[in-house]
Nanobody, 123 residues
């Protein structure tokens, strides 16, 4: 059973920073492409950052230069460092495991998502 646990969300003022964490047991985070997505009320899920098993990262244009995805050395946690936060970043953020060989650049390629953590950015 795949279990992903996100933490680190909260309320922050515009321009502030948060670091989200995604924890999973075993080798799940080490062997797969991991992605962070977000979903705001009434909007589609948006994949914002991904990291491959080889450490290659990719970002949505909306967060490029402000967000950074990384793994810890033990490969038990994936982080999303979010800087220069804007009110439009407000959403529930989820970490997920890509379950397809090709297609990890879109949210539909992810077969498993955690329960999510709320990020609210006030203006």
């Amino acid at each position: 059973q795949v279990q992903l646990v996100e933490s680190g969300g909260g309320l922050v003022q515009a321009g502030g920073s948060l670091r989200l964490s995604c924890a999973a047991s075993g080798s799940l985070l080490r062997l797969n492409t991991i992605g962070w997505s977000r979903q705001a009320p009434g909007k589609q899920r948006e994949l914002v950052a991904t990291i491959t098993r080889g450490g290659i990262t990719n970002y949505a244009d909306s967060v490029k230069g402000r967000f950074a995805i990384s793994r810890d050395n033990a490969n038990t946690t994936v982080y999303l460092q979010m800087n220069s936060l804007r009110p439009e970043d407000t959403a529930v953020y989820y970490c997920g495991v890509c379950s397809v060989q090709y297609g990890c650049h879109v949210a539909s390629g992810y077969g498993y998502w955690g329960q999510g953590t709320q990020v609210t950015v006030s203006s």
